[in-house]
């Protein structure tokens, strides 16, 4: 039902029962910045179940991007929207509500001033999340499943919750500049 193997979820759900530290994952994204000119400055390669797909990412002109992909705050939009509709659909189909139709849009109002060195205004000043449901349950229902999604959807999270964030800094001189150091 609404694309989600039932069964599949049903079964996580009951080694999580038996065992909650299996509900504990941990997802990892490793990129590398692209210094040929004239092509998107990030890609990444993520791994998925036995699958790989390589996403790139790209700045927008006025930042000095060639604006050829999504920049990294679309990615987080879409992470976000993502995250929502498939929290939504999921609930959805644990309460056994068909969809016919679900439609996510995520959008933010950004202030570049601080990024760019000329301000102190907080870089993200909203965030909205726009759904579209078409299904044949009433209205109440549909406001109790959005409900859970907004407590139960990790995307939420991340966005309302201070998470706790480390930064391994590893950083090495070039051959080149090491021997120019040198003379």
């Given at each position: 039902m609404n694309n989600i193997d039932v069964e599949k979820a049903a079964?996580?759900?009951e080694e999580v029962k038996k065992d909650s530290s299996k509900a504990v994952k941990i997802k990892k994204v490793e990129g590398e910045w692209v210094f040929g000119n004239g092509k998107p400055q990030f890609r990444a390669e993520l791994q998925h179940g036995d699958h790989k797909t390589l996403v790139e990412a790209d700045g927008p002109a006025f930042t000095g991007g060639h604006a050829l992909k999504p920049d990294p705050v679309q990615y987080c939009l879409f992470g976000l929207a993502s995250c929502f509709a498939q929290t939504f659909a999921n609930i959805a189909t644990e309460q056994g509500v068909p969809l016919n139709k679900l439609k996510v849009a995520a959008e933010n109002?950004?202030?570049?001033?601080k990024p760019l060195g000329l301000g102190e205004e907080p870089i993200v000043e909203s965030a909205k999340l726009t759904?579209?449901?078409?299904?044949?349950?009433?209205?109440?229902?549909?406001?109790?499943?959005?409900?859970?999604?907004?407590g139960?959807?990790?995307g939420i999270y991340c966005?309302?919750?201070p998470?706790?964030?480390?930064v391994e800094l590893h950083a090495s001189q070039s051959v080149d500049e090491a021997q120019g150091e040198a003379q």
């Open positions: 079964d996580f759900i109002k950004v202030n570049l001033s759904v579209e449901v078409e299904c044949g349950a009433d209205k109440n229902k549909i406001k109790e499943i959005e409900q859970a999604a907004l139960r959807c990790p966005l309302t919750h998470i706790k964030l480390s």
